[in-house]
């Protein structure tokens, strides 16, 4: 996620390569971004020093040992920015020993193509970085302020949420193979029918049962289709799906 940002943030030219300094203990990654053109830092003591904006995106196993590391860089006009899922600002700053800004943020792995949903909550001291942090995401994609409370709905919604898209893109490729396209075919119209259906639902605000309507002519073929669908738990299993991610996350707290 964090290579995927720094992609995201190139394209978007918000910020130069040379205005980027990373960090990852795995030398394949750092080598791969490297050859983006984005500098290399010695730990994550040196990156966060030279920083202004510190984006930790490892997993929550890893955050108290990182911010135990750069805590002698965290002053207060710093910007501390977590995309960790499960650890809250209070958390964060009781780690970072510091009052120092903090937002949680829990974009997507669309961050790359500037297409993320990312979800934003501050704590106290963040208002006048506020702009700033929105500013960057919104060029990595469309963003929404939450309360922190919601912050695991965010996370299953919208991180959890591309994997449950993707899963029904492979789902209508297939049945779209079996009724006649080769795979390379079935998955090109496929992506590109979903991305239609939600550029309609984005664009008009339309309920998707009111482009539904349009589409279902009685006794018609899409809406047996959809019955069928239905009679099989289509709705139902996303639903409980949705709910299951969600509880998870409750038991684990990650
Ligand atoms: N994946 C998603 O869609 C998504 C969406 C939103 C938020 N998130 C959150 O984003 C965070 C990162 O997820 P991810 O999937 O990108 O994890 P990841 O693939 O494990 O990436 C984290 C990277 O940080 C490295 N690392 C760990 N500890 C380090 C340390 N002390 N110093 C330097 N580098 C260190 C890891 O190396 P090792 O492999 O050697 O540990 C790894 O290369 C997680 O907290 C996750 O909950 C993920």
Redo the contacts with the bound molecule.
Sequence with gaps: ??GAIVVGLLKSNFVAAADIFV????ES?LEEMKGRGVNIAGS?KDAAEKADVIIV????Y?IE??LQ?IKPELANEKILIS????VGIDELGTMAGEKIPIFRV????AIALQESLTCISGNGNTEPHKDYVFEMFNKLGKIVEIPEELMAAA?VLS?CG?AYALRYIRAAMQGGIEIGFGAEMAQFITAQTVKGATELVLQTGHHPEREIDKVTTPRGVTITGLNEMEHKGFSSSLIQGVLASYKKIDKSG?
């Design positions: 996620m964090g960090s990852d203990r795995k990654i994550n995106a490892v997993k929550p890893h040992n990182v590391e995309i960790v899922a499960g829990m974009p997507n792995t996370t991180s591309i990650k």
